[in-house]
């Protein structure tokens, strides 16, 4: 595989027009009509971000430990194992944001956030990005959630990284990119 070697910008098409054509309580999806510089016109649809974010956060409990939380998906029916993750409430950092999923959802608190990456989903219809971090120096402290029922907690041992890996309900691409990510920062924060 080449690497992309064009220094030329890529001009963005122009959005001729930009319309609301379905919305339920949590999504909203508009069709954009769009003009590309080479006079090609196309239609497109994406679901329309609420603009605030969110943050994922792995949670370490020391140089062998890290902490999941199992919770129910929608979309899947089914219970998932993943990081803490949550939106970004208004007037909130990223950083406030994680440290408070992290009390709403394991319990605990972190002195210490140390940001990985800022990721995209689905770039191509959602116009989505979530903050990921890693929580250092974890200290006792509970807020209450938004979740229906109190997750499950799991505590995960780094060596048996591959156990996780092949587990049927360790399936969201953001928590398994998180947990290389986190791997690789923590070989050099250590």
């Known amino acids: 595989m080449s690497e992309h070697t064009n220094n030329k910008k890529q001009q963005l098409p122009v959005i001729q027009n930009a319309e609301l054509v379905a919305q339920s309580r949590l999504f909203k999806i508009e069709q954009l009509d769009l003009e590309f510089s080479n006079g090609e016109q196309r239609t497109y649809e994406r ?3 609420s603009g605030r974010g969110a943050v994922m956060v792995v949670p370490i ?3 062998d430990e ?7 998906c929608a979309g899947t029916h ?4 993943g990081f803490p993750k ?6 909130e950092s990223p950083e406030q944001a994680a440290n408070r999923e992290l009390k709403e959802e394991i319990g605990f608190g972190a002195k210490r956030l140390v940001k990985l990456k800022t990721l ?3 770039p191509s219809y959602f116009n989505s990005i979530m903050h990921i971090y890693i929580a250092l120096d974890l200290y006792p402290e509970s807020l209450v959630g938004d979740e229906p029922e109190p997750l499950e907690v799991v505590n995960w041992q780094w060596n ?3 156990q996780l890996i092949d587990r049927e309900d360790f399936t969201e691409a953001r928590s398994v990119s ?3 990510l986190a791997k690789e920062k923590l070989t050099l924060i250590e």
Request: zero cysteines; glycine letters at 6%.
């Open 47 to 49: 679901m329309k971000s």
């Open 61 to 63: 409990v020391s140089q």
């Open 66 to 72: 890290f902490l999941l939380v199992s919770e129910y």
């Open 78 to 81: 089914s219970y998932e194992l």
């Open 86 to 91: 949550g939106l970004i409430d208004p007037g």
């Open 120 to 122: 995209s989903m689905a």
């Open 160 to 162: 048996n990284l591959e």
């Open 178 to 180: 998180a947990l290389y």
